[in-house]
């Protein structure tokens, strides 16, 4: 059935590099190497969350669907979703990239550009872009969407921990505030945790730019809706 090709979680780290490390371009349809593998193993892990859903996914698309999803998915192409994020993104910085072995999508939201240091308050520069990628999410109703929060290393764990949460939430509430239904929407932070990058500060210390939100699209069926419901 289509809906175990969601059912990853089993997977090991290394299992899910070797899956998503290459990816298809929807535009030449060439497979190339994930820009998201090549930002750091960690981030990689992060990003697909080896294919778990935050929650469980059966009682999300059940209320996601209730929420008015599962209608018209007829027809749906996950690389023309993909296409159409990347030119509603194009220049932003914004990375787009299949996940989770080719059935889920990442947004990568970059590092720097997203928030300020310190911040869970979205630039203002950036709100534009996210802007497109709502439109997109409301355009494409028929998928759960898990929104990630990072830091950096800079300032204490917990507080940290507490930034990344706020960024993952203050994304979810945007998104929402532009259409996305509530019903389909999670958020969880990861702090310090997953380091995206490395680059050497002027005392030559490494830094990670962890600064990122991510969001992840995981699309479904109403054979997906069917499959929930029985098993409840």
Same mark, same amino acid.
């Given at each position: ?8 979680? @089993? /997977?090991? =780290? ?8 290459? !990816?298809?371009?929807?535009?030449? #349809? ?15 892990? &992060?990003?697909?969350?080896? @294919?778990?859903?935050i929650g ?8 996601? &669907?209730?929420?008015?999803? &599962? #209608? ?19 220049? +932003? ?7 989770? @072995?080719?059935? &889920?999508?990442?947004? *990568? ?20 872009? /996210?802007?497109? !990628?709502?439109? *997109?999410?409301?355009q494409y109703?028929? =998928?759960?969407?898990?929104?990630? #929060?990072?830091?950096?290393?800079? $300032?204490?764990?917990?507080? *940290? ?9 203050? !994304?979810?509430?945007? /998104?929402?505030?532009? $259409? ?8 969880? @932070? ?8 490395? !680059? ?8 990670? /730019? ?6 992840k699209i ?12 029985? +098993?409840?």
């Open positions: 059935m289509k809906s175990s090709r969601f059912f990853l979680a @089993g /997977l090991s =780290s290394i299992a899910l590099l070797g899956t998503s490390a290459c !990816v298809t371009d929807p535009n030449t #349809g060439e497979r190339k190497v994930s820009r998201t593998v090549l930002g750091g193993v960690g981030g990689a892990v &992060a990003g697909g969350l080896l @294919g778990g859903v469980g996914k059966t009682g999300r698309i059940i209320g996601a &669907a209730a929420g008015g999803a &599962a #209608g018209g998915y007829v027809g749906y192409r996950m690389d023309q979703q993909i296409k159409e994020l990347e030119e509603q993104t194009a220049g +932003s910085g914004v990375d787009v990239t299949e996940t989770d @072995g080719g059935n &889920a999508i990442l947004v *990568n939201l970059p590092d720097g550009v997203t928030f300020a240091t310190g911040s869970a308050t979205i630039n203002s520069a950036f709100r534009a872009t /996210l802007d497109n !990628v709502a439109s *997109n999410l409301v109703p028929n =998928s759960l969407i898990d929104v990630y #929060g990072y830091t950096d290393t800079t $300032g204490g764990t917990d507080l *940290n921990q507490r930034l990344s949460e706020q960024r993952a939430q203050a !994304v979810a509430n945007y /998104l929402i505030s532009r $259409g996305v239904s509530s019903s389909r929407i999670r958020w969880q @932070g990861y702090g310090e945790q997953y380091e995206h990058l490395k !680059v050497k500060t002027a005392d030559g210390v490494n830094e990670p /730019l962890n600064r990122r939100v991510e969001i995981i699309p479904f069926d109403q054979d997906d809706v069917e499959a929930a419901q029985a +098993s409840q």
